[in-house]
C-alpha cells in the first residue's frame, strides 16, 4: 500500500518574521522597535519543540533551542530577528539553515523568549 506524503500538509501552523528596526518619529526622534518584516507575515509553517541545546553544523556551534521552525520556501531571516506564532507565542532566532537534499524545506532554529 502506497501513502501520497506532502509536507506542505504539514504546515499547520504561522509565523511571522519581525526584525528590530530604527523609527523616526514626527519629532525627529529615534526609538527603535519591532516591525513585521515585508511579506514574512502569516507565513504557513510547522513548528516543533526541541528543548535544550542543538549542535548546528557539525557541532561547530552549539546554540540553546526551544522550537525548531520548518517551511517550505528559503526565508530572509537573520540571526536574531524575533517570531510570532499565530498565538503570539515569540520566540528568537538562534540560527537557521537549508534542508540540504530536502525538496523544499527550511529550518529556523528559535528560542522561546517572554516578554
Request: hydrophobic share 40%; proline share 0%.
Amino acid at each position: 500500500m502506497s501513502v501520497d506524503f506532502d509536507f506542505t500538509d504539514l504546515l499547520v501552523n504561522t509565523l511571522t518574521v519581525q526584525r528590530f528596526t530604527e523609527v523616526v518619529s514626527a519629532n525627529g526622534g529615534v526609538t527603535k522597535t519591532w516591525a513585521n518584516v515585508d511579506g514574512l507575515t502569516g507565513v504557513m509553517c510547522s513548528r516543533q519543540g526541541v528543548g535544550g541545546n542543538k549542535d548546528l553544523f557539525g557541532a561547530e556551534r552549539q546554540i540553546d533551542v526551544s522550537h525548531t521552525f520548518y517551511v517550505n520556501q528559503i526565508l530572509d531571516v537573520r540571526n536574531g530577528d524575533r517570531l510570532v506564532d499565530e498565538n503570539g507565542g515569540l520566540f528568537l532566532v538562534q540560527a537557521f539553515a537549508d534542508q540540504g537534499g530536502v525538496d523544499d524545506v527550511f529550518a529556523i532554529y528559535a528560542l522561546r523568549i517572554y516578554q
